[in-house]
């Protein structure tokens, strides 16, 4: 098994407030995995440590191979580690097109060189390009990103994370705030992901949960509850009880 991010019990406290507790789980090429739990169960604090927002008290994270359990969250974008938040984090007045090929640049290095068009550059040219079309953001390429509709506003920042071309992802609640119309082609981008891609999403509802994901991990309290198949978290009692409800 191509294990890609591993957490072995990790911890993190805010002042006497023990918000994850000895959480450990790993993620291998081509999960799906949702990570599920109640209100201030601790998921995005869980999330925040992993791409290196927040530092944990104590335990590893290990991302392909490597412990990055100290390093910046850059550092851990270029090993391989790439996010989106649960509120949008876009620069409002950017054209769309303009957001990918700064992502872009950003990746190969060359943020010395921004201000240039990406014209010079027609492999980056090409992709950026590519990745319009592929999150179906194309007709959208010129417009700013303040006037698109949230649900694409989402689909932006899941098209930026993809540019990294990271091997795990994470998720933080995409779905949040998207009208239910704009949900299918949240959906549909969540589907077409790379299939070797490790993906981590945090997501309340729960008809997508046991659509997308192929594992869940459960959150209670800040320590796992259960970590298991759709059908394994579906029949297990205490999950049942802790948080599915009957
Ligand atoms: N920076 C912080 N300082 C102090 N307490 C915090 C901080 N961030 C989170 N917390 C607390 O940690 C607990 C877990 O919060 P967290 O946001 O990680 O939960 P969550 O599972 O993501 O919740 P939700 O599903 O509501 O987003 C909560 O009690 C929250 O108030």
New binding site residues.
Partial sequence: MNTLLELKSIDKR??G?H??RGVSFALNAGDRLALI????????????QISGV?SSDSGEIWLRGENVTQLSQARRVRAGLARTF?ITTLAPHFAVQRQIELALFEREGMTGRLWRSIDAYPALQAEAQAILTRFGLRAHAAAATQDLAYGEQRLIEMALALALRPKVVLLD?PMAGVPKGDGERLLAALASLPSELAVLI?E?DMDLVFRFANRIVV?AD?AVLADGSPDDIRRDPRVRAAYLGN
């Fill in positions: 805010f002042g407030l918000v994850t739990g109640p209100n201030g169960a601790g998921k995005t604090t869980l999330v925040n927040l649960q609640e945090i309340h959150l800040g």
